[in-house]
C-alpha cells in the first residue's frame, strides 16, 4: 500500500533558525497536505498543495509540492518558540477517503 | 473550538472492559474517522464513514467496533482490549475530499 516517508523524525534549533521536513510518497498523490500537531494537542490542518510544483506561503512557513507530485517540503524561516509541535504530510489513499499521514517530524526550538 | 468534540478526554479501563469513545461533528460534513496515534507508529486510519455508510478497514482487530448512527455522531465501542492498544484515539470528520478537522482526542489506557 502507498507509504508516505517524512524526515528529518526530530529536528532541534536554536530559536531564529530555519528549519525543514521533507516528505516522500511511494505513489503519485493527487495533493498533499500538511498538519501541525502542539504538544498535547491535535493535529490541526495548515494547507494543501494540489498542483505539481506549486509552492504556497504563510508567513514565515513555505510549502513546496514536486514537480512529479511524490515529494513535498515545509520550510519555516526564522523559528519561534510557538513553532514547536510536530509537523505532519498527509496523502489520500489511506483506504477510501482517508489520509495516510507520514511520521512526523517533532520540532524542538531552543531559545 | 474545533468543531470536532470528544468525550471522553482520558480513559482508562481494564482489559475486561467494554467502553465506548464518542465523537460529534457540528461542521455539516459528511465523512467521518477514526485514527489511532501512538508513540511508535504515524497516524493510522481505522475505520472511515462517508455518508453514514462504512468503509472497511481490515487491518483494525474486531475489538474495536465503529458506530455511525448519523452524519453527525461517531462512536468506537471498545472491548477485551490489550495494553498494546492504549493510545490517542482521534476522530476527525472532513467534507470529502477536503482537509481533515480533528478532534481533541481520547487518551485511552489499558491496564
Known amino acids: 500500500g502507498q507509504q508516505v516517508m517524512q524526515i528529518p523524525q526530530y529536528q532541534h534549533v536554536q530559536e531564529g533558525e530555519d528549519f525543514t521536513t521533507y516528505c516522500n510518497s511511494s505513489?503519485?498523490?493527487?495533493?498533499i497536505q500538511w498538519y501541525k500537531q502542539r504538544p498535547g494537542g491535535h493535529p490541526v490542518f495548515l494547507i494543501q498543495?494540489?498542483?505539481?510544483?506549486e509552492v504556497k506561503k504563510q508567513k514565515r512557513l513555505t510549502f513546496q509540492f514536486g514537480e512529479a507530485k511524490k515529494n513535498s517540503s515545509l520550510h519555516i524561516t526564522a523559528t519561534q518558540t510557538t513553532d514547536v509541535g510536530t509537523y505532519f504530510c498527509a496523502g489520500p489513499g489511506g483506504g477510501a477517503d482517508g489520509l495516510t499521514f507520514g511520521k512526523g517530524t517533532h520540532l524542538i526550538i531552543q531559545p | 473550538e474545533t468543531g470536532v468534540t470528544q468525550t471522553p478526554r482520558h480513559l482508562v479501563m481494564g482489559m475486561t472492559n467494554k467502553k465506548s469513545l464518542k465523537c460529534e461533528q457540528h461542521?455539516?460534513?459528511?465523512?467521518m474517522y477514526w485514527y489511532k496515534q501512538s508513540a511508535k507508529k504515524p497516524l493510522e486510519l481505522m475505520f472511515v464513514?462517508?455518508?453514514?455508510?462504512?468503509?472497511e478497514n481490515n487491518s483494525v482487530p474486531s475489538r474495536f467496533s465503529p458506530e455511525c448512527p448519523n452524519s453527525s455522531h461517531l462512536f468506537l465501542h471498545l472491548h477485551t482490549l490489550q495494553p498494546e492498544d492504549s493510545a490517542l484515539y482521534l476522530c476527525?470528520?472532513?467534507?470529502?475530499?477536503?482537509?481533515?478537522?480533528f478532534g481533541q482526542g481520547t487518551r485511552l489506557t489499558v491496564v
Open positions: 476527525a470528520s472532513s467534507q470529502r475530499p477536503g482537509k481533515a478537522f
Open positions: 461542521l455539516g460534513h459528511n465523512a
Open positions: 464513514y462517508s455518508l453514514e455508510e462504512r468503509v
Open positions: 498543495l494540489v498542483k505539481s510544483g
Open positions: 505513489t503519485t498523490l493527487s495533493n
